[in-house]
């Protein structure tokens, strides 16, 4: 399922601290389909935290979180699955 995947939404900083942490917490609105936060990915050979699942509709991918805060020095990808533009 991963070779289906595309990746979008980058949300990059500006500093490189290595203590920075990022506090990313799906909530349950979505249910069993909710968003999952991997931490300590290599997305394109860069350390990231990535998010995968959510819910589609259409072309179209909900997420949704009870907290999305990314430190500086730290990336955040959001992984699209085939069909979401």
């Given at each position: 399922m991963a070779s289906s995947l595309?990746?979008?939404?980058?949300?990059?900083?500006?500093?490189?601290?290595?203590?920075?942490?990022?506090?990313?917490?799906?909530d349950d609105t979505l249910g069993a389909n909710?968003?999952?936060?991997?931490?300590?990915?290599?997305?394109?050979?860069?350390?990231?935290?990535l998010i995968e699942g959510g819910v589609q509709r259409g072309v179209n991918l909900f997420h949704s979180f009870q907290e999305f805060n990314v430190s500086e020095g730290l990336r955040v990808y959001l992984a699209?699955?085939?069909?979401?533009?």
């Open positions: 595309t990746l979008s939404h980058f949300i990059p900083s500006t500093s490189n601290q290595a203590h920075a942490q990022s506090n990313i917490v799906p909710g968003s999952v936060v991997i931490p300590d990915a290599s997305v394109k050979g860069l350390p990231a935290e699209n699955p085939a069909g979401i533009e």
